[in-house]
């Protein structure tokens, strides 16, 4: 157990997972001759959900290590199940220990500030993850406006191995009842009413939420060096800000037109997004719209200097690969293509998965202690010493591989062929045939790099197949 | 512990062998009588001398039942066997074994399938509950993989390794154009094979072997008393199985160059069979050709041409009918087709018909000697089940 600095508390890390997939929203006028945008939103692949993209931007902060995590909370509008909770899953692929509490913890557009609120007042660590996966009807506003993706935040107090990167000054929230945006459960489009009124009510709300904010954080507004305004309502979250900036460049958002807002996660997104682009010193305001309005302010400490992933925002803005409009249409069932005529999958067993926890979330192996040959899947009796049960754990997530040979398969089931399949040896050992995924078959080459990622293989019966498989290391991310 | 074989003390004496294609008039029981009756018809038997009978079929039926209740077999010892697309061997095997152990005078081996009912195309397992980590990779787009790590390996060129390949399945179309129990009777030419829609990798629709449906039979009795039932027995000189761990899919060693369980089925047999020159001392293979790179490297896995050299012997016709070692001359999967439980009994059935002269003439070799093999395999590059047998018309002198 790292050692704990009570007292000192707040922000101790945050990274964001972006999906790869961009959909540029001239693409959708040029097909349906209305709707689109001139902006551009992050696209989850077909073998995302929510709960993946959690698991990817976690992935980030912990690195494969598990060790200052007290509790995980996940928050999302649009969860891969009901009833079952998410945050076992990424609990599961994060190998936190089994004595860690993971819970879902409601999903409306408002619940991920509330439970960073929350959490910055709670003791311990909190690994709190946030993702959204965003839908709208061909040529709406949401359709081309949102997107999709996901933040993790570590809150709390700090430890030996997590500084305070951002230290919390303060919060305000004000709570309004009136319909503006709702969506029925299991529906897949939200509904919205005239955007006037939410405008005159989120104006209102804003502006006594953020000057509330000032106060709690014992500020005064010359001292906001950034100030991030998040929420669904464009409109109110575009006139909010400019109103709040009082014509000082301190909302400047080269995020969202890139990525959309990606509703019930964009708080965390932006906030880390910020924080990433931040000096030692830094005060931040994130302003949340949403049935109210939210506010937090940080300040960000010498420690931002080393926190950024490797894989930043910007870096993975920068690498993204446009997605085909009727690609996109076919990945959301906005339209049913023809499936492969082969047989669909059968649903997974669960006593099966259970038993098999390990491997089937977290990617583990198994390592022959005697002479270090790395098994995937872990066996029990070893290929080169033939010796039963002398296998350790050996944990592989983490672990880049190179592409020995691949192949297309042009036939096997997928939800969208056709399968692009490598056979990967790893650094330091272990070989493993595995699925390549947010890859263009031509681009792919023998000794290209990979790693692996958490996905969504198939779903049957309701139930999801969580898996892994592997992608292409991009630029910048080593 | 040793692999000692029971040359020459088991003969198969009769052998049946339905047409191989999209039977979709016939179900599996019309499949099972039509081979059992060609085999016994071919022969003094019927099935109230069979004291055991074993029944191969991969993914058609569950238990002996599927064999008995068709044939109206009643109180006899009978099983199902299953083992990959070797299923069909695996019959034979039993049987052979049965009889040569002294357990019963004469036994039957049946392989059997009923591939196309399923709706779909290629081949559907039959799978267990499981996890949900497991590949789920066509089988075409697994060994597609063996092309391109071959041809790096030898440095042979893609134009050159695409004609290989397609010289293969021009090949077996020619050979089983010429028998007309073949699903596909048809030649076609390299540019055709070349140019047909690719399915996995640089795989073709003609790389990838027919599926068909289809039965055949054979009738086994210790080898002394073969020449009661027929003038021509075929003894079985070698029956060799090998099952790999599976390991070649997760042990960086693999190079996906060749098969190690099918080399060592095959240096079992020929060990079995005293045979040490087998393009000399064989008049024919029959091998597993599920996709054309498979039999490419299975001529140097069963020592039909040296390492890295087969694409050449491809290209100069080696293993044409006319070639010093004739493979595949009924069509091999590729145009015979491919129902999984049936393929190994069928490939026994070409050296029946051949080393017994009573192939079509279009097709009937020049033998060179008295024996012939053949080589089934199961399951993918690194994961595979491999079955040779070695088979002749004449008792070894040694033994007689």
Redesign the interface.
């Known amino acids: 157990m790292a050692g704990r600095f009570f007292g000192v508390s707040g922000i101790l890390a945050a990274a964001v997972y972006l999906p790869y997939r961009r959909l540029d929203g001239k693409e959708i006028g040029g097909f349906f001759g209305s709707g689109g945008a001139k902006t551009s939103r992050t696209v989850a692949s077909h073998d995302e959900d929510t709960t993946t993209m959690g698991v990817e931007a976690a992935r980030k902060i912990l690195n494969g290590t598990t060790s200052s995590v007290d509790r995980l909370r996940f928050v999302t509008p649009t969860p891969a199940y009901a009833d079952k909770n998410n945050a076992s899953t990424i609990h599961a692929a994060l190998r936190l220990p089994p004595n860690i509490g993971a819970w879902d913890v409601g999903g409306s557009l408002r619940t991920s500030i509330g439970a960073l609120i929350d959490a910055l007042s709670t003791s311990g660590q909190t690994l709190l993850v946030g993702a959204d996966l965003r839908d709208g009807l061909p040529t709406s506003a949401d359709e081309s406006g949102t997107g999709d993706g996901a933040a993790a935040l570590l809150v709390g107090d700090a430890s030996s191995d997590h500084p305070v990167i951002a230290e919390f000054l303060g919060s305000a929230s004000q709570t309004d009842e009136f319909i503006d945006r709702w969506r029925s459960p299991g529906e897949q489009r939200s509904r919205v009413w005239e955007e006037r009124f939410g405008e005159t009510r989120y104006n209102e709300l804003g502006k006594t939420t953020f000057a509330n904010a000032l106060t709690a954080a014992g500020i005064s507004f010359d001292d906001v060096n950034k100030l991030v305004v998040t929420g669904l309502h464009a409109r109110a979250v575009k006139g909010v800000a400019a109103k709040l900036s009082q014509g000082n460049d301190i909302t400047n958002d080269t995020l969202t037109p890139q990525t959309g807002q990606i509703g019930g996660a964009h708080p965390l997104i932006a906030l880390t997004a910020a924080l990433e682009t931040s000096a030692p010193g830094d005060i931040i305001v994130l302003l949340h719209l949403a049935d109210g309005a939210d506010a937090v302010v940080v300040k960000t400490t010498d420690a931002i200097k080393n926190a950024v992933p490797t894989f930043s925002v910007a870096a993975q803005l920068a690498n993204g690969a446009p997605l085909p409009y009727a690609k996109f249409l076919s990945w959301r069932n906005m339209v049913n293509v023809e499936p492969p ?3 669909e ?2 649903r ?2 669960s006593s ?2 259970w ?2 926890e390990d ?2 979330f977290g990617f583990v192996g198994s390592k022959d202690s005697t002479d270090g040959t790395i ?3 872990p066996t029990r009796v070893s ?1 080169n010493t033939d010796a039963l049960d002398v296998m350790e754990p050996v944990a592989m997530a983490e672990a880049k591989g190179t592409i ?10 997928s939800p969208s062929p056709p ?1 692009v ?1 490598a ?1 990967v ?1 790893f650094d330091g ?5 595995v699925e390549l995924t947010d890859v263009d078959a031509d681009s792919v080459a ?1 000794g290209g790099r990979v790693v692996m990622t958490f996905r969504r ?1 198939f779903t049957a019966d309701g139930i999801h ?3 892994w498989k592997a992608r292409p290391v991009r630029e910048g991310e080593n | 512990m040793a692999s000692h074989g029971i040359k020459d003390q088991v003969a198969i004496v009769a052998m049946g062998c339905t047409t191989f294609t999209e039977h979709w008039d016939k179900g599996l029981d019309d499949l099972i009588i039509d081979a059992t009756s060609e085999c016994f018809d071919s022969s003094s038997l019927n099935k109230d001398d069979i004291d055991a009978y074993w029944l191969g079929t991969a993914q058609s039926g569950m238990s002996g039942i599927t064999l008995t209740r068709p044939l109206q077999i009643d109180g006899k010892p009978v099983t199902r066997v299953e083992n990959y697309c070797t299923t069909g061997s695996e019959a034979l095997r039993a049987a052979a074994y049965a009889v040569a152990s002294g357990a019963y005078d004469v036994a039957m081996a049946v392989g059997a399938e009923k591939t196309k009912d ?1 709706g ?3 081949l ?1 397992a039959m ?1 267990p ?5 497991q ?4 089988a ?3 060994f ?2 063996v092309a ?2 071959y041809a ?1 390996k030898y440095g042979v060129d893609p134009e050159t390794m695409r004609e290989v390949l397609s010289e293969i399945a021009v090949k077996n179309h020619y050979n089983g154009a010429r028998n007309p129990r073949a699903q596909f009777r048809r030649e076609i030419s390299v540019e055709t094979a070349s140019n047909s829609p ?4 640089d795989l073709g629709v003609f790389d990838c072997a027919g599926v068909a449906d289809g039965a055949a039979a054979a009738i086994v009795v210790r080898a002394e008393d073969a020449l009661k039932y027929t003038d021509k027995p075929l003894y079985i000189k070698a029956l060799s199985f090998a099952a790999g ?1 599976g ?1 070649g ?4 060693e ?1 190079d ?1 160059t060749h098969f190690p369980e099918c080399e060592a089925a095959a240096a079992d047999a020929y060990a079995q069979a005293g045979i040490t020159d087998p393009v000399s001392e064989l008049s024919l293979a029959e091998v597993h050709d599920c996709f054309t790179p498979t039999e490419l490297v299975l001529m140097e896995d069963l020592g039909f041409a040296e390492r890295g050299s087969a694409w050449q012997d491809v290209l100069d016709g080696k293993f044409k009918l006319d070639g010093a070692m004739p493979v595949n001359a009924d069509g091999g999967l590729k145009s015979f087709g491919h129902p999984v439980g049936a393929s190994g009994l069928r490939m026994i059935f070409e050296c029946w018909l051949q080393l017994r002269g009573e192939a079509t003439p279009e097709r009937q070799l020049k033998l060179k000697s008295t024996k012939a093999m053949t080589h089934n395999l199961g399951g993918y590059p ?1 994961e595979m089940v491999s079955f040779v047998s070695v088979l002749g018309t004449e008792l070894d002198a040694s033994i007689v």
């Open positions: 005529r082969r047989p999958p059968q997974v067993s099966a998965a038993r098999s491997w089937k098994h995937l899947p290929r020995v040979t691949f192949t297309i398969d042009r036939m096997a089931y399968v399949f056979v040896d050992g272990g070989r493993f045939p023998i293989l197949d969580y898996f | 399923s779909f195309q290629g559907n799978n509950p499981m996890d949900g980590t590949r789920t990779l066509t075409a787009a697994m597609s993989m391109p790590a790096k690719k399915l996995a990798g761990s390991s899919l997760n042990d960086p693999f996906y690194g």
